[in-house]
């Protein structure tokens, strides 16, 4: 059986990863493509209760390393646990969030040297790579503004950051999208999401090799 196809969202806070992860899905599930949809940091029990800690106001400021090494625990967990094996079986796996969040909040933003967060990412996971990454632009102004109307009552602890750290977060995707021009696909996220989701489908498609039916 080959193996399925593994596709990232990346973005800022707000970008809409969660609505254009549903609304791809949706596609797929109407074409008949067996599709996995995942989340990090999370994916696992375990994951999940690290996500806790992430992203718990209460933790205040965590040292840059404690917060990459604690997004690395729940990688390894949810790589070999669940990516891999739902890969192997030919599924489609997308997830909300993977290494390129790392690269942008730990690496750009939180101020480990980037080179550093790719070479212990390769160290200690299988170094694996998604397939594609779409990742949602918008400007920080923006996307805190939808996470902040977005019906939630009370901001997580990388939502309640300053403008200026979101605004290296944006500078550090853009950096690594550039760096690897043929894994990312760059989508403009401001607009209506069914349009925004058509544009994302168009791009996608010639980069994956999926029999519809
Ligand atoms: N294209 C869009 N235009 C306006 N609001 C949007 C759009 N896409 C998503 N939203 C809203 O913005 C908020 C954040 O979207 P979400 O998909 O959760 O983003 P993310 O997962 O990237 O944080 C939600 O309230 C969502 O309904
Ligand atoms: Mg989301």
Redesign the pocket.
């Known amino acids: 059986m080959t193996r399925g196809f593994f596709i990232t969202?990346e973005?800022?806070?707000?970008?809409?990863?969660?609505?254009?992860i549903g609304l791809l899905r949706q596609f797929f599930a109407a074409r008949g493509i067996a599709t996995l949809t995942t989340r990090e940091p999370g994916g696992t029990h375990a994951g999940d209760k690290i996500r806790a800690v992430l992203l718990d106001k209460e933790c205040g400021h965590l040292e840059p390393e404690t917060e990459l090494f604690l997004m690395l625990a729940q990688r390894s967990e949810h790589l070999r646990k669940v990516i891999l094996p739902a890969l192997a079986e030919g599924k489609t796996v997308i997830c909300?969030r993977y290494f390129d969040s790392s690269m942008a909040y730990q690496g750009y933003a939180r101020g480990i040297n980037p080179d550093k967060v790719r070479e212990i990412h390769a160290n200690f996971l299988p170094g694996f790579l998604p397939d594609v990454t779409v990742f949602?632009r918008i400007s920080p102004e923006t996307?805190l503004e939808?996470?902040r109307?977005?019906?939630k009552k009370q901001l997580d602890r990388m939502e309640s950051e300053t403008l200026a750290f979101h605004q290296r977060v944006l500078d550090g995707y853009n950096a690594v999208a550039a760096s690897e021009p043929e894994r990312f696909i760059v989508i403009q996220?401001?607009?209506?999401?069914a349009e925004?989701s058509e544009r994302i489908i168009k791009e996608l498609l010639p980069r994956i090799q999926i029999a519809f039916t």
């Not at 973005?11 to 254009?20: M, R």
């Not at 996220?189 to 999401?193: F, I, M, Q």
């Open positions: 969202f973005g800022p806070e707000g970008s809409g990863k969660t609505t254009q909300d949602l996307g939808r996470a109307h977005g019906g996220a401001e607009g209506e999401s925004i």
